[in-house]
């Protein structure tokens, strides 16, 4: 079984050639890194996720976490991987120097953990959900808070969690239960006892540290004692393993949820408050209260937004690997015959047509995935360290395609590890090839932080329709920019056409769906947001394609997964946009009594 995890070239070619990491390095927020800092961490990381990470993942699918009397123990695997991670100095990597950080640039803090997904997407869910949660308390924590349980996760000495869901709510977070009583004031800030149950809670408890820092949206009461209603009522404390002083939190895990994939990431129902811990002889897990009341939604999704990303990344380099384990199985598998010379020969099922068709697919696909989520990351690096101008677009373009770079690789990297399963034949769904797993480990992604549907209304409902298409309209003219300058090449022309005509198309839609009611508008939101990643990912793979323009393999390898995409995928984005403008009873005349039980 082959260790390929990122292909280095493409890493190269993205960070260097065509989003351009080196100018960062003349911005003053970068001025301490240059073009060896990106292969040092790039090689680490490459290094260590082969050798740490990699050999993790199956054993962490063999040996699930357990919980015992301690609390959830993992796969030694697991543990000494994280630790390896930690070791490395990479958990600090992203994070400013005022806060012990390293001062990476995003883009390549991306491609570096990129690396460790594609080894293992269960084991690096520990440091992507720390780094998050960390990132969250420096943004908005006091000072204390910050020394406390910020700095601890940087270093390595905890790791972090995001707890939201509860089993009654899941991604309903306006109905969630979970109360957290006043109870003073420290030198932390204002403290609070907390009550309540979160369901899915990823990295909830584990073995690797000794201490875990909990992000937990609680609802705070009113005058009356009751808990607040809406959105307003809910605040968002940091809750401790640990406290301070040692002692244990009235933390206590109540189970573990046993998944298709991602095993090695310990899945947890924790119980807030119940008294099974409770310090002082009290009840109630103490909290802190990050900001101020009724701020924690708006926080929380600080981290969300960050987790979407990473679960973008996740799927994308999940497909990639599986797209590198297809070409290493596809070159070596010799299967039928194919003819030569007039006579047949023996034939590398690389050679067969339909093999050929579904390694271009996964390409485009996979390719496609990793370049829009480092796309992102450039756009957070021009947010963080840009003029203010620079800040203020890239913010903008950032939050409008978050949706996207958390739907599009979550659909289409598993589309590329399911393509992988096909290629290896029989051999594809045992346990004996990485591609089996794969794809289990990558079918939660739809899933995690949020379905596809819900990235679709945030999308339209949220990011497209709210601001009357403004947002849509700055990113058109980079699209049209890319147009412009790939009309004179004859072998783009046609592919800058059909682009243009994609996203004149979409400008129409969204110019009537904003005239429509908001169910109507909204009812077809996920057709939507496919056309949309799909307008996306045609404009990133057409403006790749514009720096391709060598004889080498490389070079065409990216011009034939572009001229794939446009030829095979392009096309649907407008039968998704004929489906996003209908005006029909379909679904609102569709009852439950449709469905039988």
């Given at each position: 079984?082959?260790?390929?995890?990122?292909?280095?070239?493409?890493?190269?070619?993205?960070?260097?050639?065509?989003?351009?990491?080196?100018?960062?390095?003349?911005?003053?927020?970068?001025?301490?890194?240059?073009?060896?800092?990106?292969?040092?961490?790039?090689?680490?990381?490459?290094?260590?996720?082969?050798?740490?990470?990699?050999?993790?993942?199956?054993?962490?699918?063999?040996?699930?976490?357990?919980?015992?009397?301690?609390?959830?123990?993992?796969?030694?695997?697991?543990?000494?991987?994280?630790?390896?991670?930690?070791?490395?100095?990479?958990?600090?990597?992203?994070?400013?120097?005022?806060?012990?950080?390293?001062?990476?640039?995003?883009?390549?803090?991306?491609?570096?953990?990129?690396?460790?997904?594609?080894?293992?997407?269960?084991?690096?869910?520990?440091?992507?959900?720390?780094?998050?949660?960390?990132?969250?308390?420096?943004?908005?924590?006091?000072?204390?808070?910050?020394?406390?349980?910020?700095?601890?996760?940087?270093?390595?000495?905890?790791?972090?969690?995001?707890?939201?869901?509860?089993?009654?709510?899941?991604?309903?977070?306006?109905?969630?239960?979970?109360?957290?009583?006043?109870?003073?004031?420290?030198?932390?800030?204002?403290?609070?006892?907390?009550?309540?149950?979160?369901?899915?809670?990823?990295?909830?408890?584990?073995?690797?540290?000794?201490?875990?820092?909990?992000?937990?949206?609680?609802?705070?009461?009113?005058?009356?004692?009751?808990?607040?209603?809406?959105?307003?009522?809910?605040?968002?404390?940091?809750?401790?393993?640990?406290?301070?002083?040692?002692?244990?939190?009235?933390?206590?895990?109540?189970?573990?949820?046993?998944?298709?994939?991602?095993?090695?990431?310990?899945?947890?129902?924790?119980?807030?408050?119940?008294?099974?811990?409770?310090?002082?002889?009290?009840?109630?897990?103490?909290?802190?209260?990050?900001?101020?009341?009724?701020?924690?939604?708006?926080?929380?999704?600080?981290?969300?937004?960050?987790?979407?990303?990473?679960?973008?990344?996740?799927?994308?380099?999940?497909?990639?690997?599986?797209?590198?384990?297809?070409?290493?199985?596809?070159?070596?598998?010799?299967?039928?015959?194919?003819?030569?010379?007039?006579?047949?020969?023996?034939?590398?099922?690389?050679?067969?047509?339909?093999?050929?068709?579904?390694?271009?697919?996964?390409?485009?696909?996979?390719?496609?995935?990793?370049?829009?989520?480092?796309?992102?990351?450039?756009?957070?690096?021009?947010?963080?360290?840009?003029?203010?101008?620079?800040?203020?677009?890239?913010?903008?373009?950032?939050?409008?395609?978050?949706?996207?770079?958390?739907?599009?690789?979550?659909?289409?990297?598993?589309?590329?590890?399911?393509?992988?399963?096909?290629?290896?034949?029989?051999?594809?769904?045992?346990?004996?090839?990485?591609?089996?797993?794969?794809?289990?480990?990558?079918?939660?992604?739809?899933?995690?932080?949020?379905?596809?549907?819900?990235?679709?209304?945030?999308?339209?409902?949220?990011?497209?329709?709210?601001?009357?298409?403004?947002?849509?309209?700055?990113?058109?003219?980079?699209?049209?920019?890319?147009?412009?300058?790939?009309?004179?090449?004859?072998?783009?022309?046609?592919?800058?056409?059909?682009?243009?005509?994609?996203?004149?198309?979409?400008?129409?839609?969204?110019?009537?769906?904003?005239?429509?009611?908001?169910?109507?508008?909204?009812?077809?939101?996920?057709?939507?947001?496919?056309?949309?990643?799909?307008?996306?990912?045609?404009?990133?793979?057409?403006?790749?394609?514009?720096?391709?323009?060598?004889?080498?393999?490389?070079?065409?390898?990216?011009?034939?997964?572009?001229?794939?995409?446009?030829?095979?995928?392009?096309?649907r984005a407008a039968l998704w946009l004929d489906l996003a403008a209908t005006r029909d009873d379909l679904i609102a005349s569709t009852t439950q009594d449709c469905f039988h039980c």
């Amino acid at each position: 079984m082959g260790t390929a995890l990122l292909d280095r070239r493409d890493l190269d070619f993205l960070l260097f050639d065509w989003l351009g990491i080196e100018a960062l390095f003349a911005r003053p927020h970068y001025a301490e890194h240059s073009r060896d800092t990106v292969a040092a961490v790039l090689d680490l990381s490459e290094r260590l996720a082969a050798d740490a990470f990699l050999p993790a993942l199956r054993a962490s699918d063999r040996s699930e976490p357990a919980l015992t009397a301690d609390g959830v123990a993992l796969a030694p695997e697991v543990t000494a991987a994280v630790r390896d991670y930690i070791d490395a100095g990479l958990l600090a990597g992203p994070f400013g120097q005022d806060v012990g950080g390293l001062q990476l640039p995003q883009l390549l803090h991306y491609a570096s953990i990129g690396q460790f997904m594609a080894a293992s997407l269960a084991v690096a869910a520990y440091p992507m959900l720390t780094i998050a949660n960390a990132r969250l308390l420096a943004a908005f924590g006091n000072a204390a808070q910050v020394e406390a349980f910020a700095l601890p996760q940087i270093r390595g000495q905890a790791l972090g969690t995001m707890c939201l869901s509860e089993p009654q709510a899941g991604s309903s977070l306006a109905d969630i239960r979970t109360l957290a009583l006043p109870d003073g004031e420290d030198a932390l800030g204002a403290r609070h006892r907390l009550h309540g149950n979160k369901m899915w809670i990823s990295a909830g408890d584990h073995d690797i540290t000794g201490d875990i820092v909990h992000l937990v949206l609680a609802r705070t009461p009113g005058a009356d004692g009751k808990p607040l209603p809406g959105i307003k009522g809910i605040s968002l404390f940091v809750v401790p393993k640990h406290l301070p002083d040692g002692q244990a939190n009235d933390i206590a895990v109540a189970g573990l949820n046993h998944k298709m994939g991602y095993r090695g990431t310990s899945n947890c129902l924790l119980n807030f408050g119940e008294g099974q811990h409770a310090p002082d002889g009290a009840g109630g897990a103490i909290g802190w209260r990050i900001g101020e009341a009724g701020e924690g939604l708006a926080q929380m999704f600080h981290m969300m937004n960050e987790a979407r990303t990473g679960v973008g990344l996740g799927a994308a380099a999940a497909g990639c690997r599986g797209h590198l384990l297809s070409v290493e199985y596809a070159r070596g598998r010799v299967q039928g015959r194919i003819a030569e010379g007039g006579t047949t020969r023996p034939a590398a099922i690389i050679e067969h047509a339909d093999v050929k068709h579904m390694l271009l697919a996964q390409k485009a696909y996979a390719e496609g995935a990793l370049a829009l989520v480092l796309y992102a990351a450039r756009l957070l690096d021009d947010q963080l360290s840009g003029d203010a101008g620079t800040a203020a677009d890239a913010g903008r373009l950032l939050d409008l395609l978050t949706p996207v770079v958390k739907a599009w690789p979550s659909e289409y990297g598993l589309a590329a590890n399911d393509l992988a399963i096909q290629i290896h034949g029989g051999y594809g769904y045992t346990r004996d090839y990485d591609v089996e797993q794969l794809y289990r480990d990558n079918r939660l992604n739809p899933i995690h932080e949020g379905t596809t549907g819900i990235q679709g209304l945030d999308l339209l409902g949220r990011k497209v329709l709210r601001d009357g298409g403004a947002g849509v309209a700055q990113l058109r003219a980079r699209v049209e920019a890319t147009v412009a300058a790939s009309a004179a090449d004859a072998r783009l022309a046609p592919l800058a056409r059909q682009l243009e005509a994609t996203w004149q198309r979409l400008g129409a839609v969204v110019a009537e769906l904003a005239s429509a009611p908001a169910p109507q508008a909204l009812e077809q939101a996920t057709s939507f947001l496919r056309a949309f990643g799909h307008a996306v990912v045609g404009w990133l793979w057409l403006d790749m394609a514009r720096l391709c323009a060598g004889d080498t393999a490389f070079h065409r390898g990216k011009r034939a997964a572009a001229r794939w995409f446009f030829a095979h995928e392009l096309p649907r984005a407008a039968l998704w946009l004929d489906l996003a403008a209908t005006r029909d009873d379909l679904i609102a005349s569709t009852t439950q009594d449709c469905f039988h039980c």
